[in-house]
T-cell receptor, first 114, second 114 residues
Framework: DVKVTQSSRYLVKRTGEKVFLECVQD?????MFWYRQDPGLGLRLIYF???????EKGDIPEGYSVSREKKERFSLILESASTNQTSMYLC?????????????FGEGSWLTVV | AQKVTQAQTEISVVEKEDVTLDCVYE???????LFWYKQPPSGELVFLIR??????QNEISGRYSWNFQKSTSSFNFTITASQVVDSAVYFC???????????FGKGTRLHILP
């Protein structure tokens, strides 16, 4: 079975803190994604990565950065958390060369910034 | 530009009724892929179906069926004899072959009332 694991299910952080959201997949997938989900806005792509040390901006990259040092791990970083980054964050992965691959999601991380 | 529209924000039906969730998409690509995902209250997005742009055959899986019509750019999802466990948010999504970047609709929240 495909497994995408997000390290923290619920987090509460203070404004200005540096926040790390970790994601690990065990399917040897090349592609990994970070989405943000907000009521009424659906899922919006923050960053994606097609290979180790490679990353591309999605639709809403401002205020975020990512790191992919190993194939199975993709981290989302909030350099200085702000209250408008309170949201649910979803990590996902998919296999290989882009060809309409199905992407598989983790359970999500609920982040509250106070 | 790519776009996915789920015009129904929220639907409520009584258990055992049939219900159809609408999805309309826009893309300039000739090769693309369509998906439906289910998000139960637990938060994890569960993959339901993937369809490529060259395959317009309708598909049935148990109580679920999907109607793909390129002529109207629609990919509708029908649940027959709905059950309370079908209550969830359902997302329609579109990806393009060249980079697997998936664009999601804003979702339809489905309530199945006992």
């Amino acid at each position: 079975d495909v497994k995408v694991t997000q390290s923290s299910r619920y987090l509460v952080k203070r404004t200005g803190e540096k926040v790390f959201l970790e994601c690990v997949q065990d399917m040897d997938h090349e592609n990994m994604f970070w989405y943000r989900q907000d009521p009424g806005l659906g899922l919006r792509l923050i960053y994606f990565s097609y290979d180790v040390k490679m990353k591309e901006k999605g639709d809403i990259p401002e205020g975020y950065s990512v790191s992919r040092e190993k194939k199975e791990r993709f981290s989302l970083i909030l350099e200085s958390a702000s209250t408008n980054q309170t949201s649910m964050y979803l990590c996902a992965s998919s296999l290989g060369i882009p060809s309409g691959n199905t992407i598989y999601f983790g359970e999500g991380s609920w982040l509250t910034v106070v | 530009a790519q776009k996915v529209t789920q015009a129904q924000t929220e639907i409520s039906v009584v258990e055992k009724e049939d219900v159809t969730l609408d999805c309309v998409y826009e893309t300039r690509d000739t090769t693309y892929y369509l998906f439906w995902y289910k998000q139960p209250p637990s938060g994890e997005l569960v993959f339901l179906i993937r369809r490529n742009s060259f395959d317009e055959q309708n598909e049935i899986s148990g109580r679920y069926s999907w109607n793909f019509q390129k002529s109207t750019s629609s990919f509708n999802f029908t649940i027959t004899a709905s059950q309370v466990v079908d209550s969830a948010v359902y997302f329609c999504a579109l990806s393009r072959r060249r980079d697997d970047k998936i664009i999601f609709g804003k979702g339809t929240r489905l309530h199945i009332l006992p």
